[in-house]
């Protein structure tokens, strides 16, 4: 069983650009969160998809926008960034809504320069 | 709004010494919590959740509704408990979790 993988694990992009991450999910999973974790705080939600659908949101603007793939991985999408989006993004998946064992990932370190 | 609190940024003991890592909470409805666990170079993993009232790694955490609290408790503490602890939420029948800022125990032998 393969546990949840992101990526890129490091990347920095300059403000204004775009950036996508990656996730694929733990074998049998059909949920993906997404959490953003800035340094010192605990991980922000910021949406969740379920069987391709968008199932809640967080406290983020729409240049934070997501995707679930039919094989249930997925993307996080950030346009636009500022500064301020410099953190660490974890994704999250389980089996169902709500619960199962939530499973987190290593996470994607972003720097906005 | 629903928020969770971990009042202490670091936490410092010695080995065999108890332990409490205290969370408060707020949250109008009936509230699910956990502890989640974060050791050194590894991912965020999941510690112990109240519906399960299990004791792992000999810690324990009691939901307190009055209290609005759900502190997590080990009698002695052990140098591998070193790590960040975050005391969690989800909001009822969902998976959605709301974290405090965590706490850093270091456990000195």
């Known amino acids: 069983e393969t546990g949840v993988t992101q990526s890129p694990t490091h990347l920095i992009k300059t403000r204004g650009q775009q950036v996508t991450l990656r996730c694929s999910s733990q074998?049998?999973?059909?949920?993906v969160s997404w959490y953003q974790q800035a340094l010192g705080q605990g991980p922000q939600f910021i949406f969740q998809?379920?069987?391709?659908?968008?199932?809640g949101r967080g406290n983020f603007p729409p240049r934070f926008s997501g995707l679930q793939f039919p094989n249930y991985s997925s993307e996080l999408n950030v346009n636009a960034l500022e500064l301020d989006d410099s953190a660490l993004y974890l994704c999250?998946?389980?089996?169902?809504?709500?619960?199962?064992?939530?499973?987190f990932g290593e996470g994607s370190w972003l720097t906005v320069v | 709004a629903q928020r969770v609190t971990q009042p202490e940024k670091l936490l410092s003991v010695f080995k065999g010494a108890p332990v409490e890592l205290k969370c408060n909470y707020s949250?109008?409805?009936?509230?699910?919590l956990f502890w989640y666990v974060q050791y050194s170079r590894q991912r965020l993993q999941l510690l112990l959740r109240?519906?399960s009232r299990e004791s792992i790694k000999g810690f324990t955490a009691d939901l307190n509704k009055g209290e609005t609290s759900f502190h997590l408790k080990k009698p002695f503490a052990q140098e591998e408990d070193s790590a960040m602890y975050y005391c969690?939420?989800?909001?009822?029948?969902?998976?959605?979790?709301?974290f405090g800022t965590g706490t850093r125990l270091q456990v000195f032998p």
């Open positions: 998809y379920y069987r391709e659908e968008e199932n």
């Open positions: 074998s049998g999973h059909n949920t």
């Open positions: 949250y109008s409805g009936s509230p699910e």
């Open positions: 999250a998946s389980s089996f169902g809504q709500a619960g199962n064992t939530i499973y």
């Open positions: 969690a939420l989800s909001l009822l029948n969902t998976d959605k979790l709301i």
């Open positions: 109240h519906i």
